[in-house]
């Protein structure tokens, strides 16, 4: 019996002892995955979350991809400069060189304004603004604004008048012109771009006449006309320098209807169509060379020139006219038509440009061809309609016409406007503010 006791007692000692060890072992695992638990938390933690691996690696792997985006942006930029010869970027140009860059416009980016110009990569879904210059800017949302609405802008007070001796008839062709000043215009917004740019519009014609005449007045026609509005309506101080209304606002403005219209138009001539003209009636203005749609003494038009927009010259030339021995071959340009309110979306707009029973003109050359002669002039705003006025014929025949003119200042990203309190820009006495 004795024997039995000790052997039930160390029976009895060792299950105690491996119920102590199950004990250990059980609360080992516990800790064990306790433990684990932590650090697959800590492991989560790192690679998730807004300062994990995982995110950080995607804002890497993103940094990366906007990078490589916003240098495609800048070679198209840089291209597109490189192709002018006038220091400007022009659409056309840098829509070639963003389509080799990255695709199909519409389908891989969009492009918009008139200058400074707002490039949208689809994909991305990212923005860029370029600048004429060719810089990269940052685009602004404007809020509180709208088309219509009137700016307090002020142009520096001009001590000096537009001479008549910039005006004589070495320059404008004619010497019906008196000395240009300074008015007291207001202003109203007549475009919001996409990038923040803001286009201001004197809400009424100047009250003051400009004349051309003949192959002077095209060759200089658009440059003087940017040239008053520069030297009369800019700001210095805050960076913005004015010229005048162009077909370019207009057409940046434009729909589809408005687009199919200009396309469709004929006047003898399809809109965009070309037409050579032979000895007697191959006389045309010695800027016309330089331009877009041009052939001298080719059938074969330019197409790395300059557009209907462009100054021309850095300063008025003496030049006037030339002869094509061999052919001019002539682009029409013109589509002298009514422009319907349809034709424009944005109905402020429509009534700021055409919304006025006076004639005026736009800084734009325009070209009509017709059977016998190309007719070479400016544009102007009639009422509801675009318009031409010819200054010479291929058969050298010259032709005189005046009208009053608009000015339109730019405000840049960096301007501010700043609706004042109540104020919603709706008339003269309740008009937003700007500032640097």
Request: net charge negative.
């Amino acid at each position: 019996m004795l024997k039995n006791r000790r052997l039930k007692r160390g029976r009895d000692e060792k299950n105690k002892r491996t119920a102590k060890e199950r004990g250990i072992t059980l609360i080992a695992l516990i800790v064990t995955i306790i433990v684990l638990l932590i650090l697959a938390g800590v492991t989560i933690a790192t690679l998730t979350g807004n300062n994990g691996i995982l995110t950080k690696a995607t804002e890497a792997k993103d940094k990366t991809e906007e990078g490589e985006e916003e240098e495609k942006v800048k070679l198209s930029a840089v291209g597109a400069l490189a192709k002018d010869n006038g220091g400007k970027i022009k659409e056309g140009y840098l829509e070639e060189e963003l389509s080799s860059q990255f695709g199909e416009k519409g389908t891989d980016y969009n492009l918009e304004g008139s200058g400074p110009f707002t490039v949208t990569i689809i994909e991305s879904g990212r923005s860029y603004l370029i600048n004429e210059d060719g810089t990269i800017g940052e685009a602004v949302k404007r809020e509180g604004i709208k088309v219509g609405d009137y700016v307090n802008y002020t142009p520096d007070v001009s001590s000096t008048e537009y001479s008549v001796d910039k005006l004589s008839e070495s320059v404008t062709g004619t010497s019906s012109n008196s000395a240009i000043t300074q008015e007291d215009l207001k202003w109203k917004i007549l475009n919001i771009d996409v990038s923040g740019r803001v286009d201001l519009i004197s809400d009424t014609l100047t009250s003051q006449y400009l004349y051309f005449y003949g192959a002077r007045g095209y060759n200089n026609g658009v440059y003087v006309m940017n040239d008053i509005c520069k030297e009369l309506y800019s700001n210095n101080s805050l960076g913005i320098e004015a010229r005048s209304l162009d077909l370019k606002d207009i057409e940046g403005q434009m729909n589809d209807a408005g687009k199919v219209a200009r396309k469709e138009y004929v006047h003898e001539i399809k809109y965009g169509d070309t037409k050579t003209y032979e000895s007697g009636h191959n006389n045309y203005p010695m800027l016309y060379a330089k331009e877009n749609g041009s052939g001298i003494n080719t059938e074969e038009v330019k197409t790395d020139g300059i557009d209907v927009n462009a100054d021309g010259y850095t300063t008025p030339t003496t030049e006037e006219s030339n002869v094509a021995n061999e052919g001019l071959t002539v682009t029409q340009t013109d589509y002298s038509m009514s422009m319907l309110s349809s034709y424009f979306d944005n109905q402020e707009f429509y009534n700021l440009v055409f919304g006025t029973d006076s004639n005026y003109w736009l800084a734009s050359r325009r070209v009509i061809c017709l059977s016998e002669n190309a007719y070479f002039g400016l544009g102007h705003v009639a009422s509801s309609a675009l318009r031409s006025s010819t200054m010479l014929r291929s058969d050298s025949y010259t032709y005189l016409e005046g009208f009053r003119f608009r000015p339109v200042v730019s405000l840049g990203t960096d301007i501010k406007i700043i609706p004042t309190e109540n104020a919603d820009g709706s008339s003269e006495s309740n008009m937003h503010q700007i500032s640097k």
